[in-house]
């Protein structure tokens, strides 16, 4: 894959540093990076983190911690790590993704020895992390979530249900938000640290999904957990979230540029050398308005994705109206790169096997997790009418 960070203002050479890693990693890795395996992911996750941890990938999705400082991700470069890994495989974005995804509410934790020790855990692969939102009667609308968690000496007890929750069976660990009442809606929430071998935890993993993705859902049933487990302070649950989903989003946004990338490679090699009229498909104009199309889609929302994540890295602060802005152009764009690849492949194109019909179920879930597009436009809507 060729990106021509270079030819953008977003970048340090650190960046450029890592993107020539990063080549060089998939060259080695493409055995594993070649693996999909539809069900069961529990030794391909093993694998695959083992090989990120070990190659340092892992140490940009998770933070330095040192005492009471925690010095935050460099999104740039998980942007950059996830639009590479998307590029080859959305499964392995995966893994690379959940572990900081799944740990971001901890790391402001006040206990700063159980922090490090998973943060260390985490990074190293030997835990899988997971973030449990979703609930079945709320999922966008996540300040209306019903599990609760109920202060009882020094426990929380955990009641009810989260459905779609990533990494669902595999996870060694699960950040939690429950209901525990300190006001109605949002501020009523809180995050908790849940270890996936609690009694009263129960899992039902692999819900099959439209791509092979891991994923399942929680039952708490009287789960008990230590008071110490909650984290950020009780009633901050949803600010956590809200604040992780500021640092992640721009990231969903780059792992759908890497997909379109991918399309867009596949489509150049398919349009230049299949012949229909007596010509190739690239000397066809109706085709060349097609790739000019997919081109602008591509490279607006790479603009779109690496300037939030400059905003972020550089100029500080809640980022929400970017992050939002690169999420919703970045997954949108990518759907439509991808279904005009599909079109131009023709039967090939929804044969099943083939890669682009592969992007063409693996990029449709990136508009409805980690908020849905219109969640997003509620969200830029709002800053901007601020
Ligand atoms: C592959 C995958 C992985 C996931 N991983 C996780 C995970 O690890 N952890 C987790 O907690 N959850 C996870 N989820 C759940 C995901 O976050 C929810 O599916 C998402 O928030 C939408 O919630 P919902 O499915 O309940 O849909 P609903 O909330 O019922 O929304 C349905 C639709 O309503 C529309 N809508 C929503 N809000 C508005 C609005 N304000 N205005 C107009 N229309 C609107 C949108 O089109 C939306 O798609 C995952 C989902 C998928 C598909």
């Known amino acids: 894959m060729s990106w021509g960070l270079q030819n953008l203002p977003f970048f340090d050479s650190q960046h450029f540093t890592l993107a020539e890693k990063l080549q060089r990693w998939i060259e080695a890795n493409r055995d594993i990076l070649g693996q999909h395996p539809e069900s069961n992911f529990g030794p391909y996750a093993k694998e695959m983190l083992g090989s ?18 925690v010095a935050p991700p460099d999104v740039r470069s998980i942007c950059i790590i996830r639009e590479a890994l998307t590029y080859e495989s959305f499964l392995a974005d995966n893994m690379f993704v ?3 995804l799944g740990t971001a509410p901890l790391w402001q934790h006040h206990d700063h020895a159980m922090r490090d020790a998973v943060i260390e855990a985490t990074r190293q692969g030997k835990r899988i992390a997971a973030i449990a939102l979703t609930e079945p009667d709320a999922g966008s609308d996540l300040a209306s979530a019903q599990t609760t968690a109920d202060l009882d000496g020094d426990s929380y007890v955990l009641n009810g249900e989260k ?13 939690v938000v429950a209901r525990t009442g300190e006001a109605p809606g949002a501020r009523g929430l809180s995050a908790f640290m849940v270890d996936a071998d609690t009694p009263g935890l129960t899992i039902t993993p692999d819900v099959p999904m439209i791509a092979p993705h891991p994923l399942g859902s929680l039952k708490f049933e009287n789960c008990r957990i230590p008071a110490n487990n909650i984290l ?16 992640f989003r721009p990231s969903v946004g780059a792992a759908a540029v890497g997909a379109a990338r991918r399309a867009m490679d596949e489509t150049i090699a398919r349009v230049k050398s299949r012949r229909m009229f007596g010509k190739t498909m ?44 690169a999420k919703l152009m970045a997954t949108e764009a990518a759907g439509r790169v991808i ?20 992007l063409y ?22 800053a901007t009418l601020r």
């Open 52 to 69: 990120l941890s070990a190659a340092g990938f892992l140490d940009y999705v998770l933070p330095k911690a040192s005492g009471a400082d």
């Open 282 to 325: 690239s000397e066809m104009d109706t085709v060349q308005a097609k790739i000019a199309d997919m081109t602008v889609e591509t490279e607006a929302a790479a603009l779109m994705v690496y300037r939030a994540a400059w905003a972020s890295d550089v100029l500080g602060g809640r980022v929400s109206r970017e992050s939002a802005m």
């Open 232 to 247: 950020g302070g009780a009633g901050t649950g949803f600010k956590a979230a809200m604040a992780t989903f500021d640092v």
């Open 163 to 175: 459905c779609w929750i990533t990494n669902a069976g595999i996870a060694d660990q699960y950040i």
């Open 98 to 100: 959940m572990q900081g």
């Open 339 to 358: 279904d005009s690849a599909v079109q131009l492949f023709g039967g090939l194109g929804v044969a099943r096997g083939s890669v682009v019909e592969q």
């Open 361 to 382: 179920r693996d990029i449709r879930p990136t508009r409805i997790y980690e908020g849905a597009s219109e969640v997003q436009k509620v969200v830029i809507a709002r």
